[in-house]
């Protein structure tokens, strides 16, 4: 009797390993069958009674492994379902398509106009100069030769450091001028690219924070016609090879003589248009010859040295250039508005 039972469960055993149940369903039957509240090996179970006592302990294990034959054949089986999906997907892939587009970023407008004018300055053998933001009085008035009683120094127009008279946010980056003459001595032939600051009400055309390119070059014999050749060169490289330049004289602390600077209208050819104002001409930057009392200030000697200066918003020249008509778009980071730009280098 007791070697009956055996024989069956060991005829189950087997059963289970060589079941290839090939399809769902097929596999589901095996699971019921073998692994199911009501399966096969249960009513075995009970017959442990009819096994002598010396045996129980072999028909124990030898219905363990029955059971475990079962659970291990059934996740082989889910298993090989599984990579069958699978590889039944695989085949719908399509494999030829085009792949997804992957979003391009963009350069913000301010820093293609910037890096624009950077280049154009190291052709000509510029070195770039980064200083901070924020500045003491010498270095954004004092040195650069502005009074005491200068407009510009007005809380209206410059940010002071809470309760200080002494520290603020630069105002212009003519301040670089000073930090670099009083380290170095001439030749010194940079530009200085950086953000500014004026207590300004923001508004379509004016903003509390903008960006400037500042010029500067102090050797023996430096004139007025290197300036405004240098001008030339940048014009035309920045705003195309047809367009002119006009200095009218103008008023600066830190120069003199000083000049402003236009170009004639890039956008309409100097024939007349909105941003030209009709006019024919627009105004670009303000330079001049470096005023004696600043090199002097700066620990330059003004009898051996001489030299020019220029500084340029870039706020200006990036609406200009891209057409765009209100300021605050540049300081929003709107990405609707900046992905327009993704084909600009
Ligand atoms: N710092 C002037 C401004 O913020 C711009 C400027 C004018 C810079 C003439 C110069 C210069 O170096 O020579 O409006």
């Known amino acids: 009797m007791a070697k009956e039972i055996f024989a069956k469960v060991e005829q189950i055993i087997e059963e289970i390993e060589k079941a290839a149940p090939n399809d769902k369903d097929a596999v589901e039957q095996f699971r019921i069958k073998y692994l199911g509240t009501k399966n096969i090996l249960k009513p075995l179970m009970g017959e442990i009674r009819n096994i002598p006592n010396e045996q129980k302990k072999d028909f124990g294990q030898l219905m363990n492994k029955a059971r475990q034959a079962a659970e291990s054949k059934f996740e082989q089986l889910q298993s090989s379902l599984d990579s069958a999906a699978e590889a039944a997907g695989a085949g719908d892939l399509d494999l030829t398509a085009p792949g997804d587009p992957i979003p391009l970023g963009s350069r913000h407008p301010i820093a293609t106009t910037m890096n624009r004018i950077i280049s154009i300055f190291e052709k000509m053998g510029f070195a770039i100069a980064s200083e901070r933001e ?63 600051y004026r207590n300004e009400t923001i508004s379509a055309r004016s903003h509390c924070q903008f960006h400037q390119v500042e010029g500067l070059y102090v050797d023996e014999n430096v004139s007025f016609a290197d300036l405004r050749q240098t001008l030339m060169y940048f ?58 009392k600043v090199l002097e200030n700066c620990g330059i000697d003004s009898e051996k040295y001489t030299g020019f200066a220029f500084g340029m918003g870039i706020e200006r020249q990036a609406m200009m250039l891209y057409g765009i008509n209100d300021i605050r778009l540049l300081f929003e980071n709107d990405v609707r508005f900046l992905k327009q730009f993704t084909s600009a280098i």
């Open 235 to 292: 014009a035309k490289e920045m705003y195309g090879a047809d367009v002119n330049i006009r200095l009218r004289p103008s008023f600066f602390p830190f120069t003199e003589p000083s000049a402003e600077m236009d170009v004639s209208c890039f956008i309409c050819d100097a024939k007349g248009c909105n941003v030209c104002k009709y006019t024919g001409w627009v105004e670009v930057l303000g330079c001049g010859m470096v005023d004696p």
């Open 134 to 196: 924020i500045e003491d009085d010498w270095h954004n008035f004092t040195a650069m030769n502005t009074p005491e009683d200068h407009p510009a120094r007005d809380m209206q127009d410059t940010y002071y450091l809470k309760d200080s008279t002494e520290m603020l946010l630069r105002t212009h980056t003519s301040s670089v001028q000073a930090r670099m003459m009083e380290h170095n001595q001439p030749p010194i032939r940079i530009i200085a690219p950086g953000r500014v």
